[in-house]
Structure formats: C-alpha cells, structure tokens
C-alpha cells in the first residue's frame, strides 16, 4: 500500500471513530430522555445515579447542625463529589470545640442507602458508579 493510501484510510478510520463517539453521546441522550419521558426519575440502574443526601450531619455529641440543605445544593445533578468537612456547610455547631465530624447518609438513583463520615478538614468523597 502507498503512503498516499495509508494517510487515506488513517483519515476515514479517525472519522468513524469521531463519528462512533458522536453516535454514542446522541444514543445515551436519547436514552435519558425516554426515560424520563416515561416517568422515570433516574435513567441508571438500582445503585448508580445522581446523588440524593437523606441526611447530614455535623459536630460533637449534643451540638450537631444539619447541612443536608446545603450538600444537596452542592451535589446537585452530580454522581461524584469531593467534599471538604469544615465550617462552611452549616456553621460552627461547637465552638472552640475539636474532634467535630460529619456523617452523611445517601442514595444513588434508586439504589441503597450509603454512608460516609469524616472530622473536620478531611475530604468526604460521596459518589455513584
């Protein structure tokens, strides 16, 4: 084969290729929409998803403030989030107070509930497959 032909069919395979992922995206948006058309509030399987927060909640024992307003705000239409455990989700439900933690309880889609804590300044990673 010539050199001339190699470039040539390099150039049609690149574009299958870019025309296969095109075709993917259009056939995964159309998926969405069907089912949401049919009723459905999450297209994923049991356990993958967008993320709902059924609670969270930060502090000590006897001083917690509820930051699941403002988690679900911040996961949103996501399926995997990193989030800083500190002050700014709530407030200070203990000041001067150590050792505060979250504990977060979630779903993914329709799936079950999962469970992630950590103290304050560490990185909770709340996510779906």
Do not use: W
């Not at 574009?15 to 069907?34: I, L, N, T, V, W």
């Not at 989030?83 to 150590?98: T, Y």
């Not at 509930?113 to 779906?128: A, D, F, Y």
């Amino acid at each position: 084969m010539s050199v001339l032909g190699f470039a040539a069919l390099f150039l049609v395979a690149g574009s299958a290729h870019s025309q296969s992922a095109e075709y993917r995206r259009g056939y995964d948006q159309g998926y969405r929409d069907g089912a949401a058309a049919a009723g459905n509030q999450s297209p994923y399987p049991n356990g993958m998803g967008q993320i709902t927060i059924s609670s969270a909640l930060y502090g000590i024992r006897g001083a917690r403030c509820d930051a699941r307003d403002s988690l679900q705000a911040l996961v949103a239409g996501k399926r995997r989030i990193d989030v800083k455990v500190d002050n700014d989700l709530c407030g200070d439900p203990a000041p001067n107070q150590a050792n505060k933690q979250m504990t977060v309880t979630y779903s993914c889609g329709n799936g079950s509930e999962r469970r992630v804590s950590g103290p304050e300044g560490s990185i909770l990673t709340i996510g779906c497959r």
